[in-house]
């Protein structure tokens, strides 16, 4: 039963997000691509966050956020992409696959925290 | 209104309508249900009357009296009926002429009847004959005048019936010609109507419209619909107009808020600009932007184009502002918080004639009501001079912490200390020099020689220098290890080895120059006068510790005030310098029975450093003694020239040329030139026939041994008199000159004043501007005495 799925297939950065909110009291699952992250998603309801990496092998995430909606239909659950670049292109499809939020690496911890644990709660 | 009218117009001729058809409804009723029906009657009447005569007939032939009985009855029954019928005609009679006619034709009834009854009777009777002949005789007359009158009153029902008819249809056609008028009157109404409407309504309505689009195109709120006429279509414009004067009010303020801000824009000493979506600037911008980045072409370029290039920052921190601003516009504002620590705050920029600009950058979201960025604003700010001068706040201060430890430790020990750490640098350099390799004894020894200097350092607690010893400090203890990081470079340690001696360098020229403790120590009034200034040290720290360092004019500030007090440290007035020598001056007098003279002493603002407060003591001590032994007279000789019992001495300093200029007058006799030439000849200074100008023999004073005193009193003429004021002057590296303040070429007494120059250093302005306010103003006043009149020393 966690609240956060954190979705890269980095495991540095992987690792590093989820014991920063494991840290600040948050219970996280991670996911190693976009599979994995769906698979995940299916198994534990009580997801509300998904924090998710763009480019990654097997399934990548925007597909996968895509796939949430379509697939999954699961309207609830809040998406934020960890990305290294912004294209005009990849934030229209990111708004029609209800994606709420774009965080560019490197990842800062304190700027996001508040938030997070707002959208996890809301 | 005129809605109303219609409704009004029209039911008027639908009421007129319904009456007319009631009319003739009740008309034809009148017709149909009356007059006919009694024409009928009368036609009836004809018949009954048949009946009637019948019937008597029957009676008068009847054979026996059954037959008599029953005809009798028919004639009664049928009497009746004629008189209801009759009775009827009287009833529904409509005119008099027929009233007339049944009256008469009643009276024939009445006679008709008696006869037929009379003949009954005598049949009854059984009178046959008699009853025949009543019948045949009077019966049969009375009904031929009573069909007669019958007959007449049918013409006249005919007659009747016909006018009811004819008036019927007169009727009837006056109703269709009526109406036919009416309807034509109403389509005429109608169509005065339609065109009223148009004229009322449409035309209004469709110049309203006009009116109504010009305005939103034109955009000219001040303009209004004229209201012609006060109904539905006056009240919508009065409601149009109402709502452009709204309009137009919030455009008036909508304006001015434009305007404030474009004004803002115009003047604000800060670049603002704002970035649309794609990280475009947008065209609105403030002006000063184009004097920070000093170029025009701002709008529409990228912030990588036009603020982020010829910066040090690379690549990757550009793609990841990029990254971070192209996040946040036009996504929700939690967007701007995730990524906002990726927007640079610093940056240098090569300007491209190569100068560096430092500029400030403060980012901030614009929302709209849905919380989504629609546009980022940046606010830049150059801060090269802030920081120019924060640096420069930051070396004073530092400069005052230096000044606050060397002061914390006396003179000597700070000497000593100075000397031992010079010792070890050169010690250490040495070492480094000798070795071009790697050896652990030399590191050692480095080491042990480096530590000294730091433990020395902190225990005096001076706590600047002890950092960059530690620098080096750490450096030879890295190399001296088994396995060391690092390895032997000469060339880095000398480098390093100068930054310590820099250091140390900096206390000593710190604690020479702004403290004036040059050498191992001189106990006294120096270092008490500068545990005054201690005070003043700490409260200056502190008041560039708490500077704000984003505000420029408070910086410019306290950077001056720190500024001055680093100036004027070591500093004193010329009159605290000589004020031993002025406490002196009533003994003086007395000693040589004269009046205390008055000292004039006029500093122009500057001081003078107490590093040469000694050469300028010993130095006034002879003028001073010199003017009042040779210059002043006795009070009996001044009250016989007419000159106040008490003399004057002025002294003036100023800063000339860039030297320190002295210059001292006294209002006494002047210059004993005749006696000075004597006495020259006296002492063989110069051949008896010697041709020498005023200036030249004025020299002579500064001879070795040359004395002019008639009898060696104890205050001057020691024969170490002008001499020896010129070599302590000397030794300063200045000169001094008597210069002649009078035309009287060749007389036995001239006016002089005497002036010492001394470097420029020497003397300190208090306040910057003010000093070369009083040195501009104290040139002009010099440029008086002629520069031939000058008697330079030696």
Redesign the interface.
Known sequence: MAQVLMVDDSSTVRNEVCDFLKSNGLTVTPAIDGKDGLDKLRADPAIRLVISDVNMPNMDGLTMAEKIRGELKNAAVHVIMLTTENSPAMKERGKAAGIKGWIVKPFNGGAVLATLKKLVTA | MLVVLSFVAISAIGGYAVFQSRGNASEVKTVTEGIVPSTLASSDLVAQLKDVQLATMNLIAAPDQNIAQQAQEQLTAGKARLQAGLDYQLKHADSATQRGLIQEAHDSLQDYFSSIDDAARFKLAGKNDLANATFYAGVSQYQVNLQQNIQALRVEKSRSTDAATAALNQNLSRTVTTLSGVTLITVLALFTMGILLYRQITRPISRMQHMMSEIATSQDFTRRVPVDQQDEIGKSIIAFNTMIAKIEENSILLKQKTNDIQTMLQNIPQGILTLT??GLIHHEYSAHLESILETRDIAGRTLPDLVFSDTTLGSDIL??I???V??CI???V??Y??????LVGEIEKRMPDGRVKILDLNWSPITDDADTVVRLILCVRDVTELRKLAAEANEQKRELEIIGEILAVSQDKFHEFIAGAIKFVDENEQLIREHAKHDSETIAQLFRNMHTIKGNARTYGLHNLTNIVHEAEQTYDALRKPNPDIAWDPASLREELAGVRAAIDRYARINEVSLGRKGPGRRGSIERYLMVEKAQIQETLHRLETVNTGNLHELIAARNAVHKILRLLGTEEIEETLAGLLESLPSLADELGKETPLVKIVDNGYVVRNQASGTLKNVFMHLFRNSMDHGLESPDERVALGKPVAGTIRLAMNVVDKQLQLRMSDDGRGLALGRIRERALDKGLIEADAALSDEEIARLIFRPGFSTAAKVTEVSGRGVGMDAVQSFIKREGGQITLRFLDEEVGADFRRFETVVCLPENIAIAVDAGAGSAATAAASVAEAKPAQQNSVAGA
Do not use: I, K, T, Y
């Open positions: 979506e794609g793609s990841q990029d990254a971070a192209g996040s036009g996504e929700d939690m967007n918080e995730f990524n906002e620590h990726l």
